[in-house]
């Protein structure tokens, strides 16, 4: 199994050669500025699986539990494409809009669903967790 996809104006493209280990939405406030909407879809993937191509931007933010996240986005149309936590090194976070077929995604949680907004509808029957979960991956 393997997923492809890259920014909005094709300045990167990247290529993962695994099967997502987990999949899930996020309302936390560093994911909400990420999508610049309610929360953000994501699918993790071993980091070893991914291979990039073209520039990409990256900056450290801390996520709202503290943990420093490399974010990495096109500097040129400013698509996120990953996010890279410090803290588990082996794994890469896929920003699910940036692939280009996002069709197989189903979330298995919503995590930090404390913190969404009424506005945010996200499907009632995915588990809701109020923060983020107790395993660290």
Known sequence: MGFSGGCSCGAVRYDIAAASIRAFQCQCRDCQKDSGGGHSSVF?????????????????????????????????????????????????????????????????????????????????EVPKVPEWHTDAR
């Open 44 to 124: 993790v993937f071993p980091r070893a699986a991914f291979t990039i191509t073209g520039a990409v931007r990256e900056i450290a933010r801390a996520s709202d539990r503290g943990a420093v996240k490399r974010k990495g986005f096109c500097p040129n149309c400013g698509t996120p494409i990953y996010n890279k936590p410090d803290q588990v090194p082996d794994m890469i976070g896929i920003y699910v809009g940036s692939l280009d077929d996002a069709s197989s995604f189903t979330p298995q949680a919503i995590f930090y669903a404390a913190r969404g907004h009424a506005w945010d509808m996200l499907d009632p």
